[in-house]
């Protein structure tokens, strides 16, 4: 029993880097693509990253709330990520926070960095050294940059995407989860056959929007998947309760309310109140809303309970459906924005 007390100990003392993947090797790198960015409305600042090696989320996205976002990878040195936000914290640039760093970098050549800070400044580096295709990109309030790639289409992709989605109004990390698979989807990684991995990171500097005390509300690190963007987005949706993530039958959640908002402005939820009061039902799918729902199916041309679907049968067409017939009604932003805070991720 000593024997195993002292070896318990031991595994306990073990450094953090026993946790490392055993394929990480000696030499750490990530040839990767990845998107940092702030959201100047509220003060968010994220990274999203996805590889073709196992626990990206581990070495490259470094957040600090009311700071800013670093990514540091190709031959990563991960000490890059405190060492940049500490400069950002101090008022220093991040153009000269970045060259401090590089200057004395030996390996700088095989680095690929990227640096955003809270006001939107930024700067990038890819060094001469790292992997063809290798490069990177710049918009208003994001950098891009990544490192065997199939091309700069990926890297174009990425930006396109967050571009598209400034004015959404939408949170910073499902921003980047689409800007992410908008690369993955022109060809991401090079490398074909090895292990995936994507995380997103993402922290708000607002009193009360985050449980932790360094303000993190999203932190989702896909360590190995075969589809790991695709895999985050599911994470991503399931635990910010978005309407869609499951399928509801007699159920309770905050995405009833959301089904019950979205009813209500096409008319098929207690049509007669010109806005719906929060009672001590909202979050249960109550016979009512079910009714709701068939009323809606059957509008649509949609299989009911006459047809042997469930009653009250909420599927990802039913969700489509919804968000098309409120865009037909020009309703779909107003719905959007009742719906945004239900959906924030607070860790």
């Known amino acids: 029993m000593h024997r195993i007390a002292v070896l318990a100990l031991l595994v306990a003392a073990a450094p953090a880097a026993a946790q490392e993947p055993a394929s990480w090797g000696e030499s750490l790198s990530f040839s990767t693509f990845s998107i940092a960015a702030v959201d100047p409305a509220t003060g968010e600042v994220g ?18 709330a009311g700071v800013g976002a670093v990514a540091t990878q190709a031959t990563t040195r991960v000490e890059y990520g405190p060492q940049l936000l500490s400069l950002l914290e101090r008022g220093v640039a991040p153009e000269e926070a970045l060259r401090q760093a ?27 050294g790292t992997t063809a ?20 289409a990926v890297l174009d992709s990425v930006a396109a995407a967050f571009e598209a989605s400034a004015s959404s109004g939408r949170h910073l990390a499902d921003r980047l989860i689409d800007a992410l ?7 991401g990684d090079a490398r074909k056959g090895r292990a995936q991995s994507a995380a997103v990171v993402v922290a708000d500097p607002r009193p009360g929007r985050s449980r932790r005390p360094d303000g993190t509300t999203a932190d989702i690190n896909v360590c190995e998947h075969a589809e ?58 109550t016979q009512e809303a079910v ?11 949609l299989a009911g309970p006459d047809l042997g679907v469930a009653p009250g049968l909420v599927d990802t067409e039913t969700v489509a459906r919804l968000w098309a017939a409120l865009e037909r009604a020009g309703k779909a932003e107003a719905v959007r924005r009742l719906i945004h805070d239900l959906t924030a991720v607070r860790r």
């Open 291 to 301: 009714a709701a729902v068939d009323a809606f199916r059957r509008a649509e041309g």
């Open 228 to 285: 790991p963007v695709a895999e985050l987005r599911r994470i991503y949706n399931t635990i910010s309760e978005t309407l869609g993530f499951r399928t509801l039958q007699q159920q309770a959640g905050s995405d009833v309310w959301q089904l019950k908002l979205m009813l209500h402005a096409l008319g098929h939820y207690r049509a007669g109140e010109p806005e719906l009061a929060r009672d001590s039902t909202a979050f249960v799918y």
């Open 181 to 187: 698979a908008a690369g993955q989807a022109a060809g």
């Open 133 to 152: 295709w290798a490069g990177h990109r710049a918009g208003r309030n994001f950098v891009t940059q990544g490192n065997l790639l199939v091309g700069p």
């Open 102 to 128: 590089l200057a004395g970098d030996s390996l700088a050549a095989r680095r690929q960095v990227g640096v955003i800070g809270r006001d939107g400044r930024s700067a990038q580096h890819t060094g001469t």
């Open 47 to 64: 990274v999203a990253v996805t590889t073709r090696v196992p626990c990206v989320g581990n070495a490259v996205p470094h957040v600090r």
